[in-house]
T-cell receptor, first 112, second 114 residues
């Protein structure tokens, strides 16, 4: 699987937007970009995914670079409950559920 | 969204005993489920891929005779840690694929082997 690179940690103030970057320079044309997050002592939670176009849902927005070699997860107004480890993962959609390879992720700290 | 449950949420057992962990998809059918293990302050590591009605596929370095996986129905997969030892103490997490692109994860099972 193609590799992703994320900063180890980031801080944000409560109620401010947060932009979490991810580099994936070796992405292939059929790799989807997934974001999951994990709160302490819980299983990962799906956040968003996309292929080429920017995506929005109730949790976040995903901005994908035109060359697809990087992407940014955007939390529009961070809350204390958004403090978690955020994982950026590439996954090939191949007609069946595809295993996910987790990297080390970005630990997001939200300051009150 | 899709819900995946795990039971038990935490278990403490003596060294040498076996422990079974259940993973259920509550509101959808999952032909494929995945089992992960996570040690403290580390990321999730995939252990095996479980396919309904067939043998599980194990990742390199994971002992199939120690971690028995059964996926007997479209809503249930089980992981049995046989002859557990303290080094098997970890956070075990399952996930189920929804469609081709998204996985939903269970809340995890914390295993402590004394």
């Amino acid at each position: 699987d193609a590799k992703t690179t994320q900063p180890n940690s980031m801080e944000s103030n409560e109620e401010e937007p947060v932009h979490l970057p991810c580099n994936h320079s070796t992405i292939s044309g059929t790799d989807y970009i997934h974001w999951y997050r994990q709160l302490p002592s819980q299983g990962p939670e799906y956040v968003i995914h996309g292929l080429t176009s920017n995506v929005n849902n109730r949790m976040a927005s995903l901005a994908i670079a035109e060359d697809r070699k990087s992407s940014t997860l955007i939390l529009h107004r961070a809350t204390l409950r958004d403090a978690a480890v955020y994982y950026c993962i590439l996954s090939l959609s191949s007609g069946s559920a595809r295993q996910l390879t987790f990297g080390s992720g970005t630990q997001l700290t939200v300051l009150p | 969204g899709a819900v995946v449950s795990q039971h038990p949420s935490r278990v403490i057992c003596k060294s040498g005993t076996s422990v079974k962990i259940e993973c259920r998809s509550l509101d959808f059918q999952a032909t494929t489920m995945f089992w992960y293990r996570q040690f403290p302050k580390q990321s999730l590591m995939l252990m095996a891929t479980s396919n309904e009605g067939s043998k599980a596929t194990y990742e390199q370095g994971v002992e199939k005779d120690k971690f028995l996986i059964n996926h007997a129905s479209l809503t249930l997969s089980t992981l049995t840690v046989t002859s557990a030892h303290p080094e098997d103490s970890s956070f075990y997490i399952c996930s189920a694929g929804v469609g081709m692109e998204t996985q939903y994860f269970g809340p995890g099972t914390r295993l402590l082997v004394l």
